[in-house]
């Protein structure tokens, strides 16, 4: 079970997965919402899931409950559903209850969860849970509008409010002043001004050592690497070193009763352009509930007699409050698009809802995460037509027809569902956001007619996906993504028409992804891991003028962003700020983090296991290898022939005995020679040419190991190592530890030796500026010392790809030992293999929760695309934090617009440009550069298509000449040497331009259409 949840023990932790996994949880309700939320929490890992349900299938359920099928109309749906939501997670006990909730029933359970419950059972629960100390989560979709609470309980201990790793730095000094002592840091030790304040913890000072032995302080923030304590006149005075840790400090929250929470309620915010619609929902909400036990029966869609009916209902709920509830103006037109929506059942919001819901279910669980405080509503009206909020549909368009969308149509009548069933849209990766998206697209009947999705994955399907992938199964592991994922959805909605494909996206596969492709399509949803591939797609949804639906999570946090086609700037318009490296002096000779040593370690793979025998099967296959290698800038000739020589001479093993010999010594090498070395270079008490301690500040004084076979994590490093090694010359390894440790005995390692003139690098300015000295006799001895590759034939060196995900093979093994044996030097505090396995496999931290929330808030902005909003601010990109909880929606930013002369253009624009003539031949350059002098009063300056110059005003006469009179496409491929693939249709060119007055001006692109 560790391997099936692990991404997501790396949201939550070891101690909340173990809370997780000793509650009970109810979940009441099993239309589209619940079955929703029960889908999220049996993948999380709780204990056992109970679905209750009194209710039979219904046409109206089909449009969003994604494991009822037409033949299970009329059977319960805590029943039908149960089979299915058990296939989730074998580890999680799934059954059904179809009974009435009693006060009994309900003491078995940790969580209770309602939805679709009627006011007065949601007031009976909610009360016997407070009184009981059972948490409770209740959830409701109506249409475009979605309900949450919460209680928890009078006092529940939250141990983690935020979620944030805890900050931790370095000291450079610490100053007594009168009432109290400033510190300052090594690096930023800032946190977010809503984690404020927060309290200290002191390792490892030098001096004021009371500091090391105090409880946690609660710091003040002075600046980025500043903060202030208490008064410290009476301690020591401070010397050197310290490290300074932020400790999260556990916070007691305590919720009010439903009933009580009724007539006073707090409320969070989802948009805060919609600031005052919480408190007229709450009193919406309960009018429905009204209306219901009044009619036994939802008003119906788009009916105006049932619309007024909810506003007097409304009203007079909000007459009878006495609390804080009460409005001073109750919004009818908002209660009327209520009344006229309640009715439908959309998928997108019950994603949404129940991601929201699942995520407070995980919270109550673990006590990890602030809880909601303690109602939320949301609505996604701009998705109604953009001509007055939808007022021109009816109730004919709108009425029941005994389909799987009659609660989709409810909301936005046929025409709309019509519409989505033509779409054609590309979908690009299968993995979390791709399934989420699938089961979406499925349940709106996108491609459910004529149209069409196409996904593409290259990936197959390994245990670890299955926790947050909700479309496969344990039976699926090894198969493709995106087949698999394509035949789930038919699964639950046979009318999708879907393609599933194993491409990568990227110049390699513009064959497949070519201009015809495109232009077919009416949009592409993006569900990628990295932002090169994001980049990529992006360009070409501007090229081909697409939308782009985007979003991506990262543990609970999650973004969506909608790219319109000249209304949004793209995704690439704005890019997050590079991702932070370590310096190269600091990972080779003064790491002082646990993060430093773990990516010392993945070098150290690298440059162990993989590229020696790269270089060294290069040199044996390719006969210009040498002469490549040998006009390599600086040193790097000499390093990598020594590699090469060492690889198939020197270190080449003859037998096991040789593999445990060479991890040996590598062990005495770094660990011990290394570090003798750096200390015989800076001795630990060498002062500055300031006169301050080198060793300070961000520079840890290290100290050399000795082996012993007792170690246990010597005997790993070797153990790992020597296996490696095997590995790599495919000889068979071993894991008899006792038989390692007897030729470990057995060998005799050289007393190393400090030597003197050995130059090491203090910081990186330093090593760049160094000179870089070149023995070219030893460089023209190896040319000789190395065997021919004819002599070497019999050699198979294998190269060894970092897999961090197969317990067996030895890589996380070697990453761990190594780091941590070069933690120990350092006296850094090691890392276990779960937190080393997230840093060096730089794994994306992933729960099931905040998937299915993103997802259905881009299915909302897919349908505004597909309902033909033109408005900016009808769209909406957003952010949310669910361990805060917090969200943030804005409206897109709009395109940047330039402009030449009084023509104004943005990156949607470009110049057309067909280069056939009417006679049938091609465009020359001449004629391309007169089109836009005569046609645009532009001259071109400079033109480029990709990396290849084309035409310059500088270009040398005779050059000019010929290029004069040559048919575009001809110069394309006499510069850049590659001929033009059949599936080209137009070419991309860029220009520089003057205009008539000479100045420079930033014009688009132009698109040359060759066929």
Request: proline letters at 5%; charged letters at 20%.
């Amino acid at each position: 079970q560790k391997k099936y949840i692990y991404s997501q023990r790396y949201v939550l932790g070891h101690d909340a997965m173990k809370r997780m996994q000793s509650s009970n949880v109810l979940v009441s309700g099993l239309r589209g919402l619940g079955v929703e939320i029960a889908k999220n929490i049996i993948l999380g890992g709780v204990k056992s899931v109970t679905l209750h349900d009194q209710g039979q299938a219904e046409w109206r359920d089909l449009s969003s409950q994604f494991y009822l099928r037409e033949e299970d109309l009329g059977k319960n749906r805590a029943e039908v559903s149960q089979t299915r939501l058990a296939e989730l997670n074998s580890y999680v006990p799934v059954v059904a209850y179809t009974e009435a909730l009693t006060d009994d029933y309900l003491t078995q359970f940790q969580v209770v969860v309602l939805t679709n419950s009627p006011l007065e059972e949601q007031q009976r629960v909610g009360d016997f849970c407070h009184s009981n100390g059972i948490k409770l989560v209740i959830a409701d979709t109506r249409g475009l509008f979605g309900q949450l609470f919460c209680d928890f309980g009078e006092e529940m201990l939250v141990i983690d409010t935020n979620g944030e790793q805890p900050l931790s730095a370095m000291i450079s000094m610490i100053t007594k002043v009168s009432t109290f002592t400033t510190i300052q840091a090594v690096e930023v030790f800032k946190s977010h001004p809503c984690f404020s304040p927060y309290s200290v913890i002191f390792t490892e000072v030098q001096g004021m050592t009371e500091l090391n032995s105090c409880q946690p302080i609660e710091i003040k923030t002075l600046g980025p690497y500043t903060f202030s304590i208490c008064d410290t006149t009476g301690f020591s005075d401070y010397v050197r070193g310290g490290i300074v840790s932020q400790v999260k400090m556990p916070q007691k929250v305590a919720f009010k009763s439903f009933t009580t929470s009724m007539t006073e309620p707090e409320f969070v915010v989802t948009d805060f352009a919609k600031f005052e619609r919480p408190g007229q929902l709450h009193l919406g909400f309960q009018a429905l509930h009204s209306y219901q036990r009044k009619h036994s029966r939802l008003p119906k869609p788009w009916c105006q007699a049932d619309g007024e009916e909810l506003v007097s209902l409304a009203k007079e709920v909000n007459s009878s409050q006495t609390g804080s509830a009460k409005v001073d103006e109750l919004d009818d037109k908002l209660i009327k698009k209520l009344a006229f929506v309640s009715a439908g059942d959309l998928a997108p919001i019950n994603a949404f809802i129940g991601g929201l819901a699942a995520q407070e279910v995980m919270k109550a669980c673990t006590g990890k995460f602030m809880p909601m405080m303690q109602w939320l509503y949301f609505d996604a009206l701009e998705c109604l037509s953009e001509e007055e909020g939808g007022a021109m549909l009816t109730e004919e368009d709108c009425a029941p027809r005994n389909s799987r969308y009659d609660g989709q149509i409810a909301v936005f009548g046929s025409q709309l569902q019509e519409e989505l069933a033509k779409q054609r849209y590309f979908l690009v990766g299968a993995g979390a956001i791709g399934c989420e998206l699938l089961k979406n697209f499925a349940m709106i009947g996108l491609a459910g007619g004529e149209g069409e999705v196409i996904v593409t994955d290259m990936d197959t399907i390994e245990k670890s996906n299955l926790n947050r992938q909700f479309l496969f199964r344990p039976w699926d592991v090894t198969k493709m993504k995106s087949e698999t994922a394509a035949a789930a959805v038919k699964q639950m909605n046979p009318s999708i028409r879907i393609t599933g494909h194993q491409n990568r996206v990227g110049p390699e596969t513009e064959r497949v992804y070519d201009d015809d492709f495109f232009e077919s399509l009416h949009g592409v949803a993006n569900a990628l891991d990295n932002v090169d591939a994001r980049m990529y797609m992006d360009r070409r949804c501007v090229y081909y003028r697409k939308p782009l639906l985007e979003s991506g999570t990262l543990g609970t946090k999650g973004n969506v962003q909608v790219v319109i086609p000249f209304l949004t700037e793209s995704y690439s318009s704005s890019q997050d700020p590079p991702e932070k490296s370590i310096p190269i002096c600091t990972l080779k000779n003064f790491p002082n983090a646990i993060e430093h040593t773990l990516q010392w370690a993945r070098d150290e793979f690298e440059g162990l296991f993989k590229q020696p025998s790269e270089n060294a099967m290069q040199y044996l296959t390719d006969a210009k290898f040498l002469e490549r290698t040998l006009k390599l800038p600086g040193a790097q000739p000499l390093e990598v022939l020594e590699a090469v020589y060492k690889s198939l001479v020197i270190d080449c093993p003859r037998s096991w005995a040789d593999c445990v010999t060479w991890a040996r010594h590598h062990w005495q090498c770094q660990y011990s020679n290394n570090i003798h070395q750096l200390l015989h270079n800076f001795p630990p008490e060498q002062l500055t040419s300031s006169g301050a301690p080198f060793w300070s500040g961000p520079k840890r004084c290290p100290h050399p190991l000795e082996f012993s076979t007792s170690n246990n994590l010597h005997m790993d490093y070797v153990m790992s190592g020597a296996n490696l090694f095997a590995q790599s010359y495919g000889m068979q390894g071993s894991t008899d530890r006792v038989g390692v440790a007897k030729i470990l005995d057995s060998l005799s390692v050289p007393t190393f030796v400090p030597r003197s003139g050995v130059k090491i690098h203090v910081s990186d300015q330093e090593l760049q500026s160094a000179n870089v000295n070149v023995d070219d006799n030893r460089l023209e001895e190896l040319k000789t010392l190395l065997p021919g590759p004819e002599a070497s034939s019999h050699f198979k060196l294998t190269a060894i790809d970092f897999e961090k995900d197969d317990d067996s093979n030895f890589h996380m093994d070697f990453i761990v030992a190594a780091s941590n044996l070069r933690a120990e030097n350092y006296n850094i505090p090691p890392a276990d293999r779960h937190k080393s396995k997230l840093i060096a496999g730089k794994i994306i931290p992933a729960i099931a929760t905040t998937t299915a929330a993103v997802v259905g808030l881009v299915c909302l902005e897919l349908i505004k695309i597909v309902q033909g909003h033109k408005k900016v601010e009808s769209f909406k990109n957003g952010f949310m934090n669910l361990a805060l909880p917090f969200f943030g929606f804005s409206e897109p930013i709009s395109a940047p617009s330039h402009k030449y002369y009084d023509i104004d253009w943005s990156l949607w624009d470009r110049f057309e440009v067909k280069g056939l003539q009417a006679n049938g031949e091609e465009m020359t350059l001449r004629q391309f550069l007169d089109y836009f002098k005569n046609e645009h009063q532009l001259e071109i300056t400079m033109l480029s298509q990709g990396v290849s110059m084309l035409y310059s005003f500088f270009m040398p006469a005779a050059k000019l000449k010929e290029r004069l009179l040559l048919p575009m496409t001809e110069i394309v491929t006499k510069v850049s040497k590659k001929k033009l693939g059949k599936h080209v249709k137009a070419l991309v060119f860029e220009l520089c331009c003057n205009d008539l007055t000479e100045e420079d001006v930033e014009v688009p692109y132009v698109r040359y259409t060759i066929r």
